[in-house]
């Protein structure tokens, strides 16, 4: 460590809080209110000797400095000091370095050694009230100070409607770390921007890309002693700096210029960009947890801590803590790291890890929070897609449906009903009819459209689309804990052995069941979400909790087989069919009653003899075979110039039955149906195969859907007050 006795300090100024480059040189601020003496460190390189200057301003909290002469590229970390006083919830360490919570860029990697910890490695309970002087400077990373200028070369985000949106959740370094690309290129935001992978985005159909998080995080430490990794990502520390390691440029902020070129190769091919973010807990953990940030720089304001208790942190994530977003400048770091991502890095929208913590007030979740209300009214973010995990681990943290009217949400529960009735539960015909249709019983009430619920079978965390059909339990073995992680209540169905067989028959049933749902998602209402590999067939090997495995049981492999080509192929068409027509993706709920000017309700829910549906049918325990009518010349949906959409009229057909189901097909007279998918049948799809006229008979196999479209010239017969099947 070397003085700055040499350089001229400015006074500077508190805002913009971080590391803010300017022609003359860099403002430097941080935020803190209980610290005593704050030093800006300085470094040449990551391993560098380490420059302090002592940060002598602070107004409102916020201590700053400027420092002439520094570039882009300067490398720099704080200490923090303060009262060390664990028991009030103060854990001021001048011995340990500190990442800026507004840094733009990191670079290094974490080097796990008792110098991160503040406090003894020992076994003794109260370990965590005894603070070592060990310096941590060389074990931690160091941020960058960042140009943000960027040629966007006038190429504009899509501003696709989410109601027209397919989303695809991708993991950066899974996508394409087995593609036929450059090896220095695999695993990166650049490998994104190629024309492969934008390629393989557009032939597939998907309009949007989700990415796991990407913000910089950490691996924790207990992994490293298993030769793993926090392959997810989800122990964020840098919330506006991009993952270092995602880069195939990392050493001086270069990850920033390429995450931006892959965004603007994304959205010059019509392909929006979404985030997964993780603002409700950090990488440092609890009480015996390393300090890496946010801990040092003041524990007291950054972390929910237990009233009566602040020794202790109160965890509603799971992960040890849970930032506090009740304290004005926490919840101004979350805001300003929004802002940043959409202004600067042009990203499209969010979604949020375990929203219902951030809405939490002293205990319980809020609708009335802080959090819903600044994002409400701001110009910026209220425009974006914002889009909720509805909920979190602790006491009524369940809150699906219960987000504001600017928010959708990861229906959870679709998932778990659309699972349930593809394996065969009974009791589940109404809540199926009600999860197709867009949840109205969940979001109607509360102002939202059906494109609040972001419909999904599978996501990065539980099974694969491929393994919810080929197990009945999880196997977590590889994952160093017993098999004790991971969701135990899978609501999966192995269809008659558990993992990979050779029977014909369960594998031409698993076929059949990954069709059923690929295409029960596509042919819902609100916005359907694929597992990057569902579309082809990944396995994890019944692994449901793979967050820390980078390796070949995450990563997409290209070289497929025929049965993996022709689901993929599957998958395409029916995105295709449902981008086609807009009675897929409708912006309003359908109101079963008559549309005005047509003459015929604008959806008929009908049982196999053809017949609308009777209370005790949508009761009934054990009825679990289904029909619905989309009517789409009867639509009280416009377009942007104010007139009807209109569009074709399906019949859709579902049986979950162990047994074949005949439908008697509705309609009067003079109505006939084409019959166009079967998922029975192996590639789905079929050649036009004649017409079936109403009143005649289809019968749909055990777990098989069927899809058919009004021939043209139908509609005139089927214009009908009570639109009653022949009898």
Known sequence: MKKSAARKIWLGGPYPLGATLVADGVNFALFSEHATAVHLCLFDTPDGREERIRMTERTEHVWHCFVPGLQAGQLYGFRVDGPWKPKEGHRFNAAKLLLDPYAKAVTGRVKWSEELFSFPHNDAPDRDLQRTTTDSGAALPKCVVVDDSFDWGGVKPPGRRLADSVIYEIHVRGFSKLAPLPEDMRGTYAALGTEWAIDYFKKLGVTAIELLPVHQFFDEPFLSTRELSN????????????????????????????????????????????????????????????????????NASYYRLEPGQPRYYRDYTGCGNTLNTQHPRVLQLIMDSLRYWVQEMHVDGFRFDLASALARGAHFVERGSGFFDVIAQDPVLSRVKLIAEPWDVGEGGYWVGGFPVNWSEWNGKYRDCMRGYWKGDSGLIGEFASRLTGSSDLYEAGGRRPFASVNFISAHDGFTLADLVSYNEKHNEANGENNRDGE???????????????????????????????????????????????????????????????????????????????????????????????????????????????????????????????????????????????????????????????????????????????????????????????????RGFLNPCGQIPSGGDLEVAPFSLCALRLIRGSEKNARSASWKPRK
């Open 231 to 298: 392959y997810w990502g989800y122990n964020s520390i840098g919330y506006l700096a991009p993952h270092a390691a995602y880069a195939s440029g990392r050493d001086r902020g270069e990850q920033v210029t390429e995450f931006k070129q892959m965004v603007k190769n994304l959205h010059a091919a019509g392909i929006e960009v979404i985030l997964d973010v993780v603002y409700n807990h950090t990488a440092e953990g609890n009480q015996l947890g390393p300090t890496l940030s946010f801990k040092g720089i003041d």
């Open 488 to 682: 135990s209540h899978n609501r999966s169905w192995n269809c008659g052995a558990e993992g990979p067989t050779a029977d014909v028959e369960i594998n031409r049933l698993r076929r059949r069941q990954r069709r059923n749902f690929l295409a029960t998602l596509l042919l819902s209402q609100g916005v359907p979400m694929l597992c990057a590999g569902d579309e082809y067939g990944r396995s994890q090997g019944g692994n449901n909790n793979t967050y820390c495995q980078d390796n070949e049981l995450n990563w997409l492999k290209w070289e497929r087989t025929t049965e993996e080509r022709d689901l993929w192929e599957f998958t395409r068409r029916l995105i295709t069919l449902r981008q086609k027509h807009s009675i897929f993706r409708r912006t309003k709920f359908f109101t079963g009653r008559e549309i005005s000017g047509a003459e015929v309700k604008d959806i008929i829910w009908l049982s196999d003899n053809g017949r609308e549906m009777t209370d005790a049918e949508w009761t009934s325990p054990h009825l679990r075979a289904l029909a619905v009518v989309l009517v789409g010349f009867a639509s009280d949906v416009c377009d942007e110039h104010g007139d009807p959409l209109r569009d074709d009229t399906f019949l859709l057909l579902f049986n979950s039955h162990f047994g074949p189901v005949t439908f008697s097909l509705a309609g009067q007279r003079g109505v006939r149906w084409e019959l166009f998918l079967d998922t029975r049948e192996e």
